[in-house]
């Protein structure tokens, strides 16, 4: 039997100690596997992401990556595991070169595998034009994917990405999700966040749902559809009766 990659154990916390945000959360995600976490505005996935990277302290429970804790050991913790945030965060007066090889440096990439990946990633996302381009001068959708393109040259074991698409032109989206059916085929774990559930549908092997803080339900498509006496419909249509159930 396989270790989970990630492991969010009774987690509790938030942005406040009186008011809570999560509550006692629980997720696992194994290696190869790809997990989207759903749930509508203000249910908790940017927060249970922050938790996970270790950008807020639990209030109670556990996280565990790589089967470490931060505590118990930060470099592994961190090692394992990169982060595609919902907006764009980039250096104005970097290039998209020197993002990607800044990064490389920061997770020990060989400079030979580097090389491999930059190319493989510039040509995938469209972006061979523009590799020394301050990222200043980038469009929004091209900023999004200098931040794909950053996690993906790294190839740590568990991508954390938080709503990816968004900005993405179609080709963009086609793209990112051929790339990450590939790392996952590689063995690589993906906890996803996404709104647009008919396309996450297809490619999420499980979905854990958000909502209030909690996780209402998890399972892969058949299972959740079961459990709400939904059998055969599609994502949306069950998330929508679930949360519209006042489940909370
Ligand atoms: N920096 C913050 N300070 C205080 N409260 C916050 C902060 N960020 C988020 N919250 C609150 O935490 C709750 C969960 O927000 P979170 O950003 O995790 O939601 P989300 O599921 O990611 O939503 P969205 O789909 O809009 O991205 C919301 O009630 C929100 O108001």
Redesign the pocket.
């Known amino acids: 039997m396989q270790n989970p990659v990630l492991e969010i154990e009774a987690l509790s916390g ?3 100690l009186k008011r809570p ?1 999560l509550h006692d959360v629980g997720i696992k995600v194994m290696p190869g596997e790809m997990v989207g976490l759903i ?10 992401m922050k938790h996970i990277l270790g950008l807020m302290n639990p209030e109670k429970g556990e996280i565990r990556v790589d089967g470490t804790t931060r505590a118990r050991d930060l470099e592994q913790y961190q090692g394992a595991l990169a982060f595609v945030p ?1 907006s764009p965060l980039l250096y104005e007066e970097m290039t998209v070169r020197e993002h990607l090889e800044f990064t490389a440096r920061a997770y020990g990439v060989e400079r030979s595998d580097y090389e491999v990946r930059a190319a493989e990633l510039s040509a995938l996302f469209r972006m061979e034009d523009k590799m020394d381009s301050l990222s200043i001068h980038l469009s929004k959708g091209m900023k999004q994917k200098v931040m794909i393109m950053c996690a993906f040259v790294a190839r740590p074991k568990l991508y954390i990405i938080d ?1 990816p698409f968004l900005g993405l032109d179609p080709l963009g989206i086609r793209s990112l999700l051929d790339f990450m059916m590939k790392l996952r085929s590689e063995g690589a774990s993906i906890l996803l ?1 996404s ?1 647009i559930l008919s396309t996450i549908e297809h490619y999420c092997d499980r979905f854990v749902i ?1 909502h209030h ?1 909690r996780v209402i339900t998890q399972g892969t498509l058949k299972e959740i559809a079961m459990a709400a006496g939904m059998q055969g419909q599609p994502l949306e249509q069950i998330f929508y009766s679930l949360v519209q159930d006042g489940r909370s």
């Open positions: 938030g942005y406040n945000v749930g509508l505005n203000g249910a908790g996935k940017s927060t249970t919902e709503e966040s709104h958000l803080g």
